[in-house]
């Protein structure tokens, strides 16, 4: 990626220059993403951390209470980030979609990759060496996101 791809202009106002295959390949994890959400995935554990894992009862209660309403946070988040990937001018708020969707994308991703901050980078014939880059990927985007926010 040769220049900047996310430029605040105003205070509210983000140029967005992503080439449209990064933009199909986040679409497509967008809806990824979502399904390992709805479906509970081991995938998405990381989303949904456990809370009390002393006391399971503790732990259902918790869960009945926050599971809902953080599953229509993600998808919320998803929908407008979703709505948002052909836009070349996005709005403070598609931004902060764009952040928590960029996160919950690595997270799922990095739960399936089975990442470890203390793990090597992979080599080029490493079987999920594919989606380490992916991971990078969505790292990279999130950072200049949240860097240009915070200018």
Same mark, same amino acid.
Request: proline share 6%; charged share 30%; net charge positive.
């Given at each position: 990626?040769? @220049?900047?791809? #996310?430029?605040? +202009?105003?205070? $509210? =106002?983000?140029? +967005? $220059? +992503?080439?449209? %295959? #990064?933009? %199909?390949?986040? @679409? $497509? +994890?967008k809806q990824t993403t979502l399904d390992h959400i709805e479906?509970?995935? *081991?995938?998405?554990? =990381?989303?949904? *951390? #456990?809370?009390? @894992?002393? @006391?399971?009862?503790m732990e259902m209660d918790f869960e009945k209470l926050t599971r809902k309403p953080l599953m229509n946070h993600h998808r919320e988040n998803l929908a407008l980030f979703e709505s948002s990937l052909s836009k070349s001018v996005l709005t403070q708020n598609e931004v902060l979609a764009w952040i928590g969707s960029l996160n919950d994308m690595r997270l799922v991703l990095g739960t399936a990759l089975d990442l470890d901050e203390d793990q090597p980078s992979p080599s080029e014939d490493d079987p999920n060496y594919e989606g380490y880059v992916i991971y990078d990927l969505l790292t990279y985007l999130q950072g200049v996101l949240i860097e240009e926010i915070q200018n």
């Open positions: 990626m040769a @220049s900047r791809e #996310i430029k605040k +202009l105003s205070e $509210d =106002r983000y140029k +967005l $220059d +992503l080439h449209p %295959q #990064i933009r %199909q390949l986040l @679409s $497509d +994890l479906e509970g995935s *081991p995938a998405a554990k =990381r989303i949904y *951390p #456990i809370a009390y @894992s002393g @006391s399971a009862e």
